[in-house]
């Protein structure tokens, strides 16, 4: 055999693993789906389509906006841009592979059922399982025959810059903090609301940044109800004299 027919059936070997096998995918209550997946090495991402998605029963969950990937090819941004994710489990029996659930995105798309990322490959050894088989001359058993092996080269990459990737995670944990200010605040009145209407004052308050401190001091025969409160967090501080 020469080694140009050698090459050939290399190739067709690696396209055969990389765009022809047939996964399942296991939902977290139990249905599962066949399909078949493609592995892209030069994807950041992983995906599934919405059709499978709707065959499993599973509702996408949506996507916060600093979340939200755009999703480019070489040259342009791709039309079929996430709508949501779900948490699957990915089965397949020549790569002997049995995941957790792990978070896929959901596109609506008739070109894709399953797409498998690079770090979802490289995390289960996949790149080096199919090489060493193709090394080995091994086909795989559990793939699509009337399906037509194919090089397509779908490097499906995360457009936003770095500098945007930062200013979203940024703005993210400001928000987070404020959000946990708002909701010690509000618990703090919720918790001296019911202690004064039941008429007790207690001497400290615990929320989730810290404990405030409520000083009373009774005298004979007459309760002082004045109450000073001061809570420091590390965005702010919140003082309440009433």
């Not at 916060?64 to 779900?86: N, T, Y």
């Not at 049995?98 to 996949?126: C, E, M």
């Not at 965005?235 to 009433?242: A, E, F, I, L, Q």
Request: one cysteine or more.
């Amino acid at each position: 055999m020469s080694d140009v027919d050698i090459n050939i059936r290399t190739n067709r070997r690696l396209a055969i693993w990389y765009d022809c096998l047939r996964f399942e995918i296991v939902s977290a209550d139990g249905p599962s789906v066949k399909c078949i997946g493609r592995i892209d090495m030069g994807s950041t991402e992983c995906l599934v389509s919405s059709s499978v998605v709707r065959q499993l029963g599973l509702k996408r969950l949506p996507l916060s906006p600093d979340k939200q990937p755009i999703l480019e090819g070489i040259e342009d941004v791709l039309a079929c841009q996430p709508i949501g994710f779900v948490m699957i489990s990915v089965q397949q029996s020549d790569l002997d592979l049995d995941t957790q659930p792990l978070p896929f995105l959901v596109v609506q798309s008739h070109k894709i059922d399953l797409l498998v990322g690079r770090d979802f490959a490289f995390n289960y050894d996949i790149d080096a399982k199919i090489r060493c088989a193709v090394e080995a001359s091994v086909d795989p058993q559990d793939w699509d025959k009337d399906r037509a092996p194919s090089h397509h080269v779908h490097m499906l990459v995360d457009g936003r810059t770095e500098s945007q990737k930062q200013k979203e995670e940024e703005k993210r944990k400001k928000t987070r903090a404020t959000k946990t200010v708002w909701e010690d605040i509000q618990a703090m009145k919720k918790n001296q609301e019911q202690q004064s209407n039941s008429g007790y004052l207690p001497t400290s308050i615990s929320t989730s940044s810290g404990t405030a401190s409520l000083f009373s001091s009774p005298s004979q025969g007459t309760a002082n109800t004045s109450v000073s409160t001061t809570t420091s967090y590390s965005t702010g501080k919140y003082s309440s004299h009433p």
